[in-house]
Structure formats: C-alpha cells, structure tokens
C-alpha cells in the first residue's frame, strides 16, 4: 500500500489508533506504524517502481493444525528468492507478521546479504489472517479462533516440511528470520521445532508476553530526554495542560481547533479521552520507535520527522505555550501525512475494528492484531508508570477494548491467564533453546521485553546502542551508526558459525 493510502480517513482511524503493533516483516499500518512511512514502506514504493515485481506463490495450508478432525484447508501466501541459492546451501526463512507480507523484503535487507555470501534460498511466508493470506471467510470472533502464534508456527513447521520434501532441501539447513512480533515467533519455532530450523535471527523480539507493558513509555521517555534532557518535561507538562483542559467543556472548541479535529470534541465517557489523549501520544511513540530509520531511501521519499524535530517543536518558545506546541506536534503529523483533520472519536475507532469483513478497514491488521495482544500477548502500551510523559491511557482503557471489539464479556476472555498461559508455553525470558540471536536497539521501546543480555553462549544479545526497531534487518547505508554495521557484522559471523555446526 502506497502513501494515498493515508488520505483514506477511515483507514487512518485505525491506523492511528489501534494500539500496539510492533511490526518489520509484517509491516501492517497500525499502532507502532500506524502513520509511517517506515523504511520497509519506503522499500516497498521503490521496489513497486523500479524492482523486477516479486511474484506470489500459495501453499496449502490446514485451517486447524491441532485437530485432528478437522481437515478444512485454505491457501497462504509466499515469496521466493532464488537468486542466490547454490545447492547444499541453507535455506532463510522470514517470518511474515501482523500486516501484509511485504514483498520488498525479498529484494532488500541485510539478510538478502548474508544469503549472498552463504549461497542461501529465501522464502518470506505470510502470517495466517494478514495481508492475502485468509484462512476463513471473515474476521468474526469465531473464526479469529484460528488466529494465535501457535498456529501460525505450525504453519511454519508445515511449510518447512513440505517444501523441504517436495524440493530437495531435507538436508537443507533451515534459519528462520523475523523482525519485532515475528522475531518472537522466529526464536520460538526453533523452540518449539528444533529438527525442522537449525538457527534463528531474533531482531527486535518482545519474548516475554505482559498484560501491561508501562515499560514502553519509559523507554519513550529514556530516548527522548537522550535527544534533549528537557524534552520529555516539556511533553509531560503539555499533556499535564490537556488533561486539565479536558476537565472543562468551555475549552472543547478551542481544542477540537488547535488539534485540527475532524468533530467537536465531545468526551462521553472515559474511553473517548484516553482515546483522543493516546492518538495524540502517539506521534511521539511512532518516532521513537521508528526514528532514524524511516528516513528516505534511494530517492523515496520517507517521512523526515525523527525526534529531533519534535523535540524541536516542544523546545520552540515561537509558537507559544506547551500546550500549543503540543498542539503543533499534532498538526505537522497531520500535515506530513496530508491528512484534513484527525478524528479521535472511540466510537469511530471502534466501528472500523469490529468490522468483521476482509474489507474492512481494521482487517489492514489491526483487528487481527488486537485480537493476539486480547488473547496471548497482552502488550498494552499504558500510562501507568509515574516515570514518563504522558497520561490519561491506563490498562483499563486497553482492556477494555477487547471485550467491546470482540463483543466477548470478561467471563469469556481472562487477558491476564491467557497471557500467562502464553509465557508458560514459550518461556519468556527464560526460554531454553539454542543457536538463536537476539539484537535489540537501545532506543526501541520493545526492547524493554526482548533479550538484552545473552542468555547462555548459545542465546547471545546483540544490543546496538542508538538505533530504533528493527534497524539491523534494513540494507546498510554509508550513515549507519558503526554499532549498527558491527551489529549486522557479528550477526554473519554467528550464522556462518552455526551453519557449520
Ligand atoms: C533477489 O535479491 C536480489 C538482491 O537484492 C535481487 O537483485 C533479485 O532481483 C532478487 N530476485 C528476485 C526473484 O526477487
Ligand atoms: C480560546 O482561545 C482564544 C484564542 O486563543 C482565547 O482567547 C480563549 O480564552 C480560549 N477559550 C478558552 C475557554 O480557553
Ligand atoms: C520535511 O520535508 C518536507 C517536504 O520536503 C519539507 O517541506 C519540511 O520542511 C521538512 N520538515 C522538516 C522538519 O525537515
Ligand atoms: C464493514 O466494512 C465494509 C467495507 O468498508 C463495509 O462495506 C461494511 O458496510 C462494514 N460493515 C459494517 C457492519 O459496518
Ligand atoms: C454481542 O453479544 C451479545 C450476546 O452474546 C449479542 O446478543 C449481541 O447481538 C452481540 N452484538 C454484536 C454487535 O455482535
Ligand atoms: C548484550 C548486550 O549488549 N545487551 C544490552 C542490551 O540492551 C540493554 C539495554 O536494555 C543493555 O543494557 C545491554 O548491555
């Protein structure tokens, strides 16, 4: 999807607002990405342009890996680059996640790289209910029973299988690779199918699933403030204003004006202000997660906000109080991403997401994906930690969303045991496995649920100080930090290592 695809109202609701999306190999347009233009997009774009068009092939998939009884079938999608394999070579497999499999990655990225110099076949396999790849006939809560990590490794493990089989690669050593939520199911299928995958490559991966995750806003401000000390102050203070603003109807029109707001802000209940207070959080989240990294590339125009300029904003006397530079932070993210007006309305958020067609504009992803956080990961991006900026967005707020996206009542949905349940599948943190790297950017807030130190000589952590999330898996560039190119460096080294072992 292109950049018009901002220009579509509807579709931005859900993209600004859905709350948590990670995504690299997924590349959905939500939370996290919501808005951006991230590197891989721009990728995307110049590849559309330019590159030789990645062709779909499908593969048969089962809807139920864990019934036996059930043998309904669906097709789902992946790519192929072949370029470089030499016979007896590896096999790298990415992991698609929670947005549309980005065909991009097939023609650019630091693994293509590693496979060059290792004579490596590349497949991308595209997350089941993401992008093309429908396993049902809609999204309703019934049929997102399908959609859970654990079968979506095993769709990993089948297509592992069949392929090797069916191709000659049985003796094929097979590195699985993912960014963010699928650098997460990278490290697991070598868990979970240590005779299928000899190694994986675990950028970026929230292993430890958490309801709450206050964490990430702490990191939001660690990075700020590492920009300028006072930045974060001067954001707590703007939000501190807001809140008290909110407090009082009389200033909903000027409000609902200096936010450029699509309706007059009306707040009916608790929902709709931390609702509003969250979308506008968010465009300080969206570039410290993506920061440096979504600049332009080859010519494609990315977005050139990083937190320098917003810092920028808040520090510039010019435009008046906190609250108005705050107010001009949200106007230059409309403005950037050539959008009239932002609506904020919960009740519009949540009619796009409980849409339950493949038409819908939650089914971009955000659906699906607020589905697994309800159901296995929680990841709720709150403000629940007195130690960062903003306000107003607590657990509460999130968890609500579940039972009123789904329709699902608390007796039917325990966030809390199913995340719980989730980590006593994989592990968390104390996941026992071997041959799988983690890098972790220090500015990424997820890395506050990733691998920071090494595990055991067999689970090492890359940390790589200063860049955002994700930021090894993009093609090297001459101004890359040189952490950044001894991250990538010493991620070959580990692979070459482990090929041979
Ligand atoms: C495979 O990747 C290489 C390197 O980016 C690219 O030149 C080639 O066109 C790609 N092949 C396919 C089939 O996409
Ligand atoms: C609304 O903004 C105007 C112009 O900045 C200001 O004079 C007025 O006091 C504001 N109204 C309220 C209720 O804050
Ligand atoms: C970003 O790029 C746009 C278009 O080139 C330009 O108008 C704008 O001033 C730039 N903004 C910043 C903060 O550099
Ligand atoms: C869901 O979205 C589709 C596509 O935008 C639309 O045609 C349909 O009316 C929506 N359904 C509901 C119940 O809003
Ligand atoms: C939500 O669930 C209730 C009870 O299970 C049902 O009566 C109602 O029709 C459902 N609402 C929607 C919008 O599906
Ligand atoms: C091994 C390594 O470099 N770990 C780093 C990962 O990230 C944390 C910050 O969260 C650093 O403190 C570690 O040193």
Redesign the pocket.
């Known amino acids: 999807m292109a950049m018009l695809t901002f220009a579509s109202l509807s579709l931005f609701r859900s993209v600004l607002l859905v709350v948590l999306c990670l995504c690299c190999t997924g590349d959905a347009r939500f939370k996290g990405f919501r808005r951006f233009v991230d590197r891989s997009e721009a990728i995307q774009q110049h590849t559309a342009r330019t590159g030789p068009k990645v062709e779909d092939h499908w593969f048969t998939q089962r809807l139920d890996h864990f019934n036996g009884a059930d043998s309904r079938v669906w097709k789902q999608r992946y790519f192929i680059n072949d370029t470089f394999y030499r016979p007896g070579g590896p096999v790298f497999l990415m992991i698609g996640g929670e947005g549309p499999a980005n065909p991009a990655w097939m023609q650019y990225g630091s693994w293509l790289t590693y496979a060059e110099k290792l004579g490596a076949l590349c497949f991308l396999l595209e997350h089941r209910f993401y992008g093309n790849s429908h396993p049902t006939e809609d999204l309703s809560t019934a049929n997102l029973h399908f959609l859970s990590s654990r079968q979506a490794l095993a769709d990993l493990a089948h297509f592992r299988s069949v392929v090797a089989a069916t191709q000659g690669l049985t003796n094929s050593r097979w590195v699985a690779f993912g960014g963010s939520y699928p650098g997460s199911l990278a490290a697991w299928l070598r868990l979970k199918y240590p005779h299928l995958v000899h190694a994986a490559i675990a950028t970026s991966a929230p292993i430890h699933a958490t309801v709450n995750f206050p964490e990430y806003l702490e990191v939001v401000r660690r990075s700020l403030a590492s920009h300028s000390p006072e930045c974060p102050l001067l954001v707590k203070q703007a939000t501190d204003t807001l809140s008290q603003k909110l407090k009082d109807p009389l200033t909903y029109s000027n409000i609902t004006k200096d936010f450029q707001l699509c309706s007059p802000l009306q707040l009916d209940s608790l929902m709709d202000s931390a609702h509003f207070l969250e979308s506008l959080a968010g465009n300080f989240m969206d570039v410290v997660q993506y920061n440096e990294d979504n600049r332009a590339f080859e010519g494609v125009?990315g977005t050139?906000?990083t937190m320098k300029?917003l810092c920028g904003v808040m520090a510039d006397a010019s435009l008046g109080g906190v609250y108005e530079r705050y107010a001009a932070v949200a106007r230059l993210m409309l403005h950037?991403f050539s959008l009239r007006c932002l609506d904020a309305r919960y009740a519009s958020y949540l009619q796009d997401m409980a849409n339950t067609s493949w038409s819908g504009a939650g089914a971009a992803g955000g659906r699906q994906w607020v589905y697994q956080t309800c159901t296995e990961f929680g990841f709720y991006q709150s403000t629940d930690s007195p130690n960062q900026p903003f306000t107003g967005f607590p657990l509460p707020y999130h968890l609500k969303q579940c039972y009123d996206i789904f329709n699902m009542s608390a007796a039917e949905l325990d966030v809390e045991a199913a995340v719980k349940d989730t980590n006593e599948y994989y592990g968390g943190y104390g996941l026992r496995t071997s041959r799988v790297v983690f890098p972790n950017g220090s500015i990424d807030p997820w890395h506050a649920l990733s691998v920071t130190l090494d595990l055991s000589e067999q689970l090492p952590a890359i940390f790589i100080k200063g860049t955002a999330h994700c930021a090894n898996m993009y093609p090297a560039r001459a101004e890359d930090l040189p952490q950044l190119a001894l991250a990538r460096d010493h991620v070959f080294l580990l692979l070459q290592q482990w090929l041979k072992e």
């Open positions: 125009v050139n906000i300029v950037t």
